[in-house]
């Protein structure tokens, strides 16, 4: 059995899930081949992605696709994008509505199988704290993280999450827009033009 199809069954947060607000079954959202050139290390699949069995589906999937300067159709292209959460399934809302953090227990079973198997990628762009801390081993906050991206290797990018929710951080973080994203989009440019 491929590693695709042993995570698309995988059930290890059923109980979690179904203590939730949203009491929902588990489906992993599995979006990654071997030989992609980029990847998008994320936080988890939210609501809408959960119901598509298709990540970034959203709003936040609109601004993202913007950051990146690439089209819908490229951005789901298998070849070029690997999009691995840190979290397979939507983890749910608690009672106040508000996003409920990845199991931690997904990252430790699955990621270093699923990164082993997608493989070395040119580019590498971790997106909201819970993929920075992980692939970066900080405990440094999102800002401080992508602040610092001259810092990091050229072929990784640190990203707060696209959420609106994070609309008022950009306002706050004026540098991002005007720094981070031009070299982010000539990055990716060079690597899905190579």
């Known amino acids: 059995m491929s590693i695709k199809s042993e995570l698309k069954k995988c059930r290890i947060c059923a109980d979690r899930f179904a203590a939730t607000e949203t009491q929902h079954r588990p489906r992993p959202v599995v979006w990654f081949r071997n030989g992609a050139r980029i990847l998008l290390a994320s936080q988890a699949p939210g609501a809408r992605a ?11 999937g609109d601004r993202l696709r913007d950051w990146l300067g690439v ?19 939507f983890p749910g809302y608690d009672a106040k509505g508000s996003d409920i953090p990845p199991p931690r227990i997904c990252a430790e079973t699955w990621r270093d199988r699923v990164l082993t198997y997608v493989g070395p990628t040119q580019l590498r762009i971790y997106i909201g704290g819970y993929a920075q801390k992980w ?31 994070n609309t008022a951080w950009m306002r706050k973080n004026p540098w991002f827009e005007a720094m981070v994203l031009p070299a982010l989009k000539t990055r990716v440019k060079e690597v899905l033009d190579a």
């Open 135 to 165: 692939h970066l081993k900080t405990r440094r906050g999102v800002t401080e993280t992508v602040r610092d991206q001259p810092k990091l290797d050229p072929d990784v990018f640190a990203l707060p999450h696209p959420s609106w929710r």
């Open 50 to 60: 959960h119901a598509s069995e298709r990540p970034f589906t959203d709003p936040s």
């Open 71 to 89: 089209s819908s159709e490229t951005f789901y292209d298998q070849t070029k994008f690997a999009i691995v959460p840190i979290g397979f399934c």
